[in-house]
């Protein structure tokens, strides 16, 4: 019996996407209701020919997958990184039977059981208890089964105070408890997890980590989608980049994360603005400077940088920070910094405006190497206003100094120079170098 539970050949998925034509020109109220016309005989004679129904009065295509193949040995947890738009969804999607390739063909030995969107499977008026047997069964699992089951789910999700509970009083995080227990138990060939699990608390995300690497030691298949470059590499010993619908590589997770990260950082040369969200709260760029202030994607180790984050308010929010995380390129969290305490507006609102905050790193602090930077606007513990992953990079390098000229590469991510006492053993007195 072959070892590959998933074969994907040329596989691709495109979208039909309506927009609006661009016309600068007066339109009188005769050519407007012409058009509306039309538009609604358009949208009829599609909706009873079975086409889907575009909005606009131009169409387009767009490939959100393109000729992607691959193959997934029994056993192995494949991690799937890219960026936003990259196609990672949409390719889970597929593998989930949750739509149909427009393109290729993809062969898949075994039960998949998939965790893509918050509260998949479950009724709002039903509680926790009635939606872990209902949720089972959708899934593929017997009353039986479930029954035997029950209780491992429940001690797993840590929701037993609330069990009974309809589920649309449920927190996004305690949903995702509830779900991921349900799918992790049903003991699938195949699990696919998507980026749900960021939801959730950082002792249940580690929680759920060790629960699919037991799904993948016993033999059986994991596909997980995360933005947490060091989740990746802890659970994944191979992963595969997506980048603009199309399969960059599949090889070693550090293969691949140095890629997806190096990527970030060449393709933002050491600024970038940003679209509006939609929300209350929004980054509109982020720029990395030199010690000389001068825009800049490489920075000497000896010297200084400054990170500014541009954002606009539109309402007065209370409690609301801004607050960024480094990664070096293997995707492990150098630190996070969020804003200091005397600028904190916990006590009073922030009001509307157009802002920007700056962080200085000093030289001499972060080792040669490569680095990105997630940053968010949110208030803490209540909201997340605006997240941006890996959203810019900037490399630091050596021109000239000492630090890592017997240490190789392997020097860490942060330079010290911590006072040495020497004690010479023979006569017990302290020395010092000038």
């Known amino acids: 019996m072959s070892d590959i539970v998933i074969r994907a050949e040329r596989l691709g998925k495109k979208y039909i996407i309506g927009r609006h034509a661009q016309n600068d020109s007066y339109l009188a109220l005769r050519d407007v209701l012409m058009k509306n016309a039309k538009s609604v005989w358009s949208k009829t004679r599609d909706l009873l020919r079975g086409n889907p129904v575009i909005q606009g009065d131009a169409m387009e295509e767009v490939w959100a997958l393109k000729d992607v193949s691959f193959e997934i040995q029994r056993g192995e947890a494949v991690g799937i990184i890219g960026r936003n738009g990259a196609g990672k969804s949409t390719l889970l999607k597929i593998l989930s039977r949750i739509t149909e390739p427009s393109a290729g063909r993809v062969a898949i030995d075994g039960r998949v059981v998939s965790l893509l ?20 069964t959708i899934l593929g699992m017997t009353r039986k089964e479930i029954k035997r089951k029950f209780d491992e789910i429940v001690a797993f999700a840590e929701v037993e105070k609330y069990l009974d509970t309809p589920v649309k009083r449920y927190s996004s995080g305690m949903y995702v408890r509830l779900a991921f227990a349900v799918a992790a138990h049903l003991e699938p060939e195949i699990l ?45 010993r191979k992963t595969m980049l997506l980048k603009n619908g199309s399969l960059v590589m599949i090889r070693d997770s550090g293969d691949a994360i140095a890629q997806y990260l190096s990527d970030s950082r060449k393709d933002r040369e050491g600024q970038i603005r940003l679209a509006p969200t939609g929300s209350d709260a929004f980054f509109t760029g ?17 010297r200084s940088l400054t990170i500014s984050f541009e954002y606009k308010i539109l309402r007065p929010i209370r409690g609301l920070e801004v607050s960024f995380s480094l990664f070096n390129q293997c995707g492990s969290k150098i630190f996070y910094c969020p804003q200091s305490t005397s600028i904190r507006h916990h006590k009073n609102e922030y009001p509307p ?32 206003f605006d997240g941006r992953q890996h959203v810019i990079g900037f490399q630091i390098v050596e021109c000239g100094s000492q630090h890592y000229a017997f240490g190789g590469q392997d020097i860490g991510s942060v330079l010290v120079d911590f006072p040495w006492m020497i004690r010479c053993l023979s006569d017990g007195e302290n020395v010092s170098f000038n």
């Open 117 to 136: 969107e918050v509260g998949t499977g479950f009724h709002p008026e039903l509680s926790g208890r009635e939606n872990i047997y209902l949720n089972g």
């Open 192 to 236: 696919v997890v998507d980026e749900v699990l960021a939801v959730g608390d950082l002792s249940f995300q580690k929680k759920c980590l060790g629960k699919m690497e037991d799904v993948a030691r016993g033999g059986r298949t994991v596909l997980f989608v995360s933005h947490n470059m060091g989740a990746i590499q802890m659970l994944c």
């Open 286 to 302: 982020i720029s990395i400077r030199n010690s000389s202030g001068e825009i800049c994607s490489e920075i000497d180790v000896s």
């Open 353 to 384: 405006g157009e802002y920007v905050g700056s962080v200085e790193i000093p030289g001499n602090f972060l080792a040669p190497g490569n680095y990105t930077i997630t940053a968010g606007i949110h208030q803490p513990n209540i909201q997340l």
